[in-house]
T-cell receptor, first 114, second 112 residues
Framework: EAQVTQNPRYLITVTGKKLTVTCSQNMNHEYMSWYRQDPGLGLRQIYYSMNVEVTDKGDVPEGYKVSRKEKRNFPLILESPSPNQTSLYFC?????????????FGPGTRLLVL | RKEVEQDPGPFNVPEGATVAFNCTYSNSASQSFFWYRQDCRKEPKLLMSVYSSGNEDGRFTAQLNRASQYISLLIRDSKLSDSATYLCVVTSSGSGNTPLVFGKGTRLSVIA
């Protein structure tokens, strides 16, 4: 089944404790991205990647890191999480950024930073 | 001016009603446009792309007005299952822009 998977789905952590949220897609997609969704603010892009070893900042990259060593994986790293990073995170992928490409989203990761 | 703006709603409509959402975008260089649907606590899913000539998929009709820089979504004969948040998505181009910009969404509640 074609899908985007994220792990973990739910995470409670404490300020300053490094964490990684994994994202994997099995559709051979080139484009992958991370979003956070907060009430009243909608979906905001954190980082995106056009292909392996190519990553770019989105609208809200501060406090996050990503890597794209393989085409299928695009982990999101919070080196020192803070409470303002409490949010719902979505990973998404598409074949490319061509006009007609659909974005496929993972199921989301709910993060609470205490 | 925000890049993509939507009326947040909520729109509360009875079953069978026709409801329309609008979305305005600020970047005249935007190239493609989509409507996504997001159910509560779930991931967004593509509802339909929006083409210059307008397009229809069953009870859903999407239209694009490049001159006025807005897109619309019309839902006819609303069903209870249409209750969701509808996200307007625009692809942008040019330096300094993220490739995809999402509106904050319009919430629809269809009531029996």
């Amino acid at each position: 089944e074609a899908q985007v998977t994220q792990n973990p789905r739910y995470l409670i952590t404490v300020t300053g404790k490094k964490l990684t949220v994994t994202c994997s897609q099995n559709m051979n997609h080139e484009y992958m991205s991370w979003y956070r969704q907060d009430p009243g603010l909608g979906l905001r892009q954190i980082y995106y990647s056009m292909n392996v070893e190519v990553t770019d900042k989105g609208d809200v990259p501060e406090g996050y890191k990503v890597s794209r060593k393989e085409k299928r994986n695009f982990p999101l790293i919070l080196e020192s999480p803070s409470p303002n990073q409490t949010s719902l995170y979505f990973c998404a992928s598409s074949l490319s950024l061509a006009v007609t490409e659909t974005q496929y989203f993972g199921p989301g990761t709910r993060l609470l930073v205490l | 001016r925000k890049e993509v703006e939507q009326d947040p709603g909520p729109f509360n409509v009875p079953e069978g009603a026709t409801v329309a959402f609008n979305c305005t975008y600020s970047n005249s260089a935007s190239q493609s446009f989509f409507w996504y649907r997001q159910d509560c606590r779930k991931e967004p899913k593509l509802l339909m792309s929006v083409y210059s000539s307008g397009n229809e998929d069953g009870r859903f009709t999407a239209q694009l007005n490049r001159a006025s820089q807005y897109i619309s979504l019309l839902i006819r004969d609303s069903k209870l299952s249409d209750s969701a948040t509808y996200l307007c998505v625009v692809t942008s181009s040019g330096s300094g822009n993220t490739p995809l910009v999402f509106g904050k969404g319009t919430r629809l509640s269809v009531i029996a």
